[in-house]
């Protein structure tokens, strides 16, 4: 499978700024798709961004025009530029990968933002 590793969570004001990266750790397993998802308290956990192979994303609407995700070339790296955060992106982030073997997870990042 894949390993992932996200890093670049924190804690920010809000109008400002993070950059989360998540690192992926394989063999020779090609990688079909990369993203970001994040669970509030109480919350299910909800796609924020993804990108497939062919490099078309895909973001929710709270997030559109704010946050931006993208990948090198060798599926090794995906990050998340967090602009204009508010206080509702408060959560604890996951970066996701599929292949065709199935499905993995980071262990997770936490986004605070303060009002």
């Known amino acids: 499978q894949v390993h992932l590793v996200e890093s670049g969570g924190g804690f920010v004001q809000a109008g400002g700024s993070l950059r989360l990266s998540c690192t992926a750790s394989r063999s020779n397993i090609p990688i079909n798709s990369m993203g970001w998802y994040r669970q509030a308290p109480g919350k299910e956990r909800d796609l924020v961004a993804t990108i497939i192979s062919n490099g078309l994303t895909e973001y929710t609407d709270s997030v559109k025009g704010r946050f931006a995700i993208s990948r090198d070339k060798t599926w090794n790296a995906v990050t998340l530029q967090m602009n204009n955060l508010k206080p509702e992106d408060t959560a604890v982030y996951y970066c996701?990968?599929?292949?065709?073997?199935?499905?993995?997870w980071g262990q997770g990042t936490q986004v605070t933002v303060s009002s």
């Open positions: 996701r990968a599929t292949t065709g073997w199935g499905t993995s």
